[in-house]
């Protein structure tokens, strides 16, 4: 059982660990965004779908950049363009838009 002056700080520690997880960029100064991997990519999945490979790319996890490796994106047949994965400035700061179709 947790003792009631225990709560206060285990709501702190959760909230702090939380807001670290959703920074989508480093605190000045910045570093360096590392060079994308070299990746070897797999055949697709198959027939019948239409498939797109999406490479990977480097994702700020609040203490470091962290690899997300690529993956193939199922086409719905109703898309007509792939948007690759990009960097945008967005309400101050840089955030990564995963590739996607419109």
Not at 8 to 21: E, I, K, M, S
Not at 28 to 56: F, L, N, Q, S, T
Request: charged share 10%; proline share 19%; net charge positive.
């Amino acid at each position: 059982m947790t003792s009631r002056r225990a709560l206060p700080a285990l709501a702190l520690a959760l909230v702090a660990g939380f807001a670290g997880r959703s920074i989508a960029q480093p605190p000045p100064p910045y570093p360096p965004v590392p060079p994308p991997r070299v990746e070897v990519v797999p055949g697709p999945p198959g027939p019948p779908a239409v498939w797109i490979w999406m490479p990977g790319h480097w994702h700020w996890n609040g203490v470091a950049y962290v690899w997300i490796g690529g993956h193939y994106v199922r086409r719905d047949p109703s898309w007509t363009r792939w948007v690759p994965g990009h960097w945008a400035f967005s309400y101050g700061r840089w955030v990564w838009v995963p590739g996607h179709w419109v």
